[in-house]
């Protein structure tokens, strides 16, 4: 009995209402945190910052984890995104006057991104597996040194005095909007015929998926969002140049889409924020202050041997982490796994067929 | 004319170092279908071990380069036992993610106990003979012929050798050929040795070439490298050479008859049509795909 009131409270009222009240909660949240100054300036950027991953994480995931691709692409689209926004805040719209005009530009970024991403979904109709890494790959390069060579965008030189638009609440609604459409798209039609492309794609198109269109559709939506945060992104840093977004920028973003495990929204947003916080934990001063709660006895010692070094050895700490969890965990946090609230109704009773739980083919 | 002449030697000289470590790439993938994303890391350890043996130790060239090739093979092994094979049966995409992973371990590793650039002190004395408007340098002459000996040396291994013939074995079936008493772990763990031993070779001569090194310079040329080896058809070790001399040439064909800052964007667009012309790469062949 108590088991069949458990399941039935997770299967309706848990997602019927508990998450648009979380949602609003968060939309209240993080309009209070600014207003009221409930976390300092640091934190706050802190916060931005995991927001930003989790629109970049949530969006390769559709690609690499759903679709089964392994694109390298993501800071390049970022990269496009960025230098679009940045250019019309700073040239175009009088952001200065409506600062409501901001998010014109944040969707202008995206859209662009989304356009280029014909460039690299037109060639995967042929292309597949190791050889479509590669052309992502060449993209990304291609990206960045076009923008290089244009003396308008500031070549290598970069693009300073942005301004600083992204905001707590921006932040909080982008990403919002960005899982609740990639969510929907993965368990639309589409969506169907994405996981259909991941597990066999020959088989698929027998099937009438129509895998050019679908291909098309989703490294667009992937890319337009990661246009999007390259858009939130520059404005919160206020300066960018092609060497923000070059390859170490997207091994990053895999990095936090294989921490968190493939095919699952659930999962990015672990990754992409355990991936940031830990780095940032990871920094003498917060390190110190975390744990300047031990006796002086034991926390003198700590302090001069181990956390003034940190600064050094954190970015050794953390891909050792990473290898030691690919190695006891291979399939991530929550590979093929997914939230409930996640899951829509029918779906859910009639088990999760966004993750077939041993039938994983590999990307070949 | 000479400038041609000139051009193409430079370019003979950054190709060669980019086959050599192609080929780690190649082979690795041809054995057990990794992409190796540490090896240009591997590359990167080569070349500080030859920093290494030539201020601390005070080791002459050869000693320099054997030292560098066997300390580079070492690591490639130790990187392959402990973090490849518990893999081995794992999602491939897995796999991948611990090569980066690893390769950002090592980066930041030799970083944290090399913080500043290093200067490889000169190990060999370098002549240069004029020859008609053409400069000919001994260290351009070693780095090339060292090289081209190398990869026949590999070939050799590769196509004559009983290792090299279970190695085309493995990567031909893994089910079977264990069973014909091939020891498939000791076969894989040369295979990483000899590749990571040709990136050490490669970047104790990258580093002579150009000898301020740093902990990051393996990312670039790693890639690039890698890029070859898919331009050549990757898991095909003459492909991976005949891929990173294209490279190599457009590079420097590039700077030499353009602004230098073309080169990315003209190397990687010609190397993007070339994927989209021929799928599978240069000397690759396309596998049916069965439902």
Known sequence: MIPMIQNSWKKTAGQRWLMPVLVVAGLGTSFAVPEYALFNKYIQLVMMYVGINIILTVSLNLVNGYMGEFSLAHAGFMSIGAYTAALLTMRVLPVMDHPWLFPLAVMAGGLAAGFFSLLVSVTSFRIRGDYLAIITLAFLMIVKSVIENIDYLGGPRGLPGIRKLTTLPWTYFWVVFSVWVIRNFVYSKYGRGVLAIREDEIASELMTVNTQRVKILTFAVSAFFAGVAGALFAHVLQFISPRVFDIIKTTDILIMVYLGGIASIGGSILGAVLFTVLLELLRPSNTAAILAFLPDVIFNPVNQHFIQHLGVWRMVIMPLLLVLLMLFRPHGIMGLKEFSWFIPRLDLEAGHPAAPEDNIHEPA | ?291
Request: charged share 10%; glycine share 10%; proline share 5%.
């Open chain 2, 1 to 291: 004319m000479a400038y041609w002449l000139q051009q193409i030697l430079n370019a003979l000289q950054l190709s060669s170092i980019y086959a050599l470590i192609a080929l780690g790439y190649t082979m690795v993938y041809g054995i057990i279908n990794l992409i190796n994303f540490a090896h240009g890391d591997v590359f990167m350890v080569g070349s500080f071990c030859c920093f290494m043996a030539a201020a601390f130790l005070g080791l002459s060239f050869l000693p320099a380069l054997l030292l560098s090739m066997i300390g580079s093979a070492f690591l490639g092994v130790a990187i392959e036992r402990l973090a490849y094979k518990p893999l081995r049966q794992a999602p491939r995409v897995s796999a991948i993610i611990t090569a980066l992973g690893v390769g950002i371990f090592i980066e930041n590793f030799t970083l944290s106990l090399a913080p500043y650039p290093k200067v490889i002190p000169p190990l060999l004395k370098n002549i240069t003979w004029a020859l008609g408007g053409v400069t000919f340098s001994s260290l351009q002459l070693i780095i090339i012929l060292l090289s081209i000996g190398l990869m026949f040396f590999l070939d050799y291994i590769v196509y004559r050798t009983p290792v090299g013939m279970a190695m085309r074995a493995i990567s031909w079936d893994k089910t079977y050929v264990p069973l014909m008493g091939v020891p498939v772990d000791f076969i894989i763990s040369i295979t990483f040795a000899l590749g990571a031993g040709l990136a050490g070779a490669a970047g104790t001569m990258y580093g002579l070439a150009y000898p301020v090194i740093d902990p990051y310079m393996g990312i670039m040329v790693g890639w690039k490298a890698f890029i070859a080896a898919v331009v050549g058809g990757i898991g095909n070790i003459r492909g991976a050479v005949i891929g990173s001399f294209i490279l190599g040439t457009v590079e420097i064909m590039v700077v030499a008859f353009f602004p230098s800052t073309y080169r990315d964007f003209v190397a990687f667009t010609l190397l993007l049509l070339l994927i989209i012309i021929r799928p599978y790469g240069i000397l690759g062949k396309p596998r049916t795909q069965k439902v």
